[in-house]
């Protein structure tokens, strides 16, 4: 009996551990929006009345109203509250719920990351099973680092400049299918000169290995034995940086989705900064915490179907 428990105790202890995982995180990412909120300069009653006049009383109703002249530990467990609920407010801006806003414009910054991250993982895989331990390496890593030495900003405008103002080929904006091409391919391709380098390093490291020679004398071909022996060894630190660069391109996708002149939630991140829209920066922070816990949580996951062995740890 207690062998046939065994793994279901690891898999609880496994779960138990994502979930205290994650609820650190997000604890951790509404403790510091909140505190970014009381720290940075300013007023958040002035960013609701913005530039229209208010008396004095019409400010100290506002900050009532909004729980501004309470203590802050109550500021602090009330919003916890609201936020545990799935309260996030109203933008402070067009005064509208901030779960209707971000509802509308998360589809496409999901559709360009999804795109952009599948573009990356796609080419890092070819170019790294073609070139690994081969003489063009060499002249494929200088590339590698021409493009991560590029300003995502700055290649997309040499994208937009040419493939839609030149050549005419693909639209700007928000045209369809055809118009998260280029926004994809720029947000991708530093993205894919990193996951390139560490996978070509693990496919390297894993042709050298003994299974590898064994696998050769058997007379398994070159190919079979990088992509059925070697790139299963290769695949667990690509697919630990994958997660974290997806967990992270909302900040990318701020710059891409300016240049571009898409919709998503960049823009309305840059606009709810700039207007000191609070409410909305919070719900973006929590929304980037939550969209790390789940990627993070992928990648464990898919470590475990990667690497059997580590199911029984």
Same mark, same amino acid.
């Given at each position: 009996?207690?062998?046939?428990?065994? =793994?279901?105790?690891?898999?609880?202890?496994?779960?138990?551990?994502?979930?205290?995982?994650?609820?650190?995180?997000?604890?951790? %990412?509404?403790?510091?929006?909140?505190?970014?909120?009381?720290?940075? =300069?300013?007023?958040?009653?002035?960013?609701?009345?913005?530039?229209?006049?208010?008396?004095?009383?019409?400010?100290?109703?506002?900050?009532?109203?909004?729980?501004?002249? $309470?203590?802050?530990?109550?500021?602090?467990?009330?919003?916890?509250?609201?936020?545990?609920?799935?309260?996030?407010?109203?933008?402070?801006?067009?005064?509208?719920?901030?779960?209707?806003?971000?509802?509308?414009?998360?589809?496409?910054?999901?559709?360009?990351?999804?795109?952009?991250?599948?573009?990356?993982?796609?080419?890092?895989?070819?170019?790294?099973?073609?070139?690994?331990?081969?003489?063009?390496?060499?002249?494929?890593?200088?590339?590698?680092?021409?493009?991560? *030495?590029?300003?995502?900003?700055?290649?997309?405008?040499?994208?937009?400049?040419?493939?839609?103002?030149?050549? +005419?080929?693909?639209?700007?904006?928000?045209? +369809?299918?055809?118009? #998260?091409?280029?926004?994809?391919?720029?947000?991708?391709?530093?993205?894919?000169?990193?996951?390139?380098?560490?996978?070509?390093?693990?496919?390297?490291?894993?042709?050298?290995?003994?299974?590898?020679?064994?696998?050769? %004398?058997?007379?398994?071909?070159?190919?079979?034995?990088?992509?059925?022996?070697? #790139?299963?060894?290769?695949?667990?630190?690509?697919?630990?940086?994958?997660?974290?660069?997806?967990?992270?391109?909302?900040?990318?996708?701020?710059?891409?989705?300016?240049?571009? %002149?898409?919709?998503?939630?960049?823009?309305?991140? $840059?606009?709810?900064?700039?207007?000191?829209?609070?409410?909305?920066?919070?719900?973006?922070?929590?929304? *980037?915490?939550?969209v790390f816990v789940v990627v993070n949580?992928?990648?464990?996951?898919?470590?475990l179907v990667i690497d059997p062995r580590?199911? *029984?740890?």
């Amino acid at each position: 009996m207690r062998r046939g428990l065994k =793994p279901r105790q690891g898999v609880a202890r496994l779960v138990a551990g994502w979930l205290a995982r994650a609820a650190g995180v997000l604890l951790g %990412a509404a403790t510091l929006a909140f505190a970014a909120m009381h720290l940075i =300069p300013g007023d958040p009653a002035r960013a609701i009345v913005g530039s229209a006049p208010a008396t004095d009383q019409t400010m100290a109703a506002i900050r009532a109203e909004m729980g501004l002249d $309470l203590p802050l530990a109550e500021q602090y467990l009330r919003y916890l509250g609201r936020l545990a609920r799935g309260d996030l407010g109203r933008s402070f801006q067009i005064e509208r719920p901030v779960a209707e806003v971000l509802g509308e414009q998360v589809w496409p910054t999901v559709q360009l990351a999804v795109c952009a991250i599948g573009l990356a993982l796609a080419g890092a895989l070819a170019v790294a099973v073609l070139t690994a331990g081969r003489r063009v390496r060499g002249a494929v890593a200088l590339a590698e680092l021409v493009a991560l *030495s590029t300003p995502t900003f700055w290649f997309g405008l040499v994208l937009l400049s040419v493939f839609s103002f030149q050549l +005419g080929l693909l639209p700007v904006g928000d045209g +369809g299918p055809a118009s #998260l091409v280029l926004p994809a391919v720029a947000l991708a391709v530093p993205l894919g000169a990193v996951l390139t380098q560490v996978l070509r390093e693990g496919l390297e490291q894993a042709l050298e290995q003994p299974f590898a020679t064994t696998a050769r %004398a058997r007379g398994a071909g070159e190919a079979a034995v990088r992509l059925r022996h070697a #790139l299963r060894h290769a695949l667990i630190p690509m697919v630990t940086l994958s997660g974290w660069m997806l967990g992270g391109l909302f900040g990318g996708a701020v710059l891409v989705e300016t240049v571009f %002149a898409r919709q998503g939630l960049g823009r309305v991140t $840059l606009a709810a900064v700039v207007g000191r829209d609070f409410p909305v920066v919070i719900a973006v922070v929590m929304l *980037s915490a939550l969209v790390f816990v789940v990627v993070n949580t992928a990648v464990d996951v898919a470590y475990l179907v990667i690497d059997p062995r580590l199911r *029984s740890t």
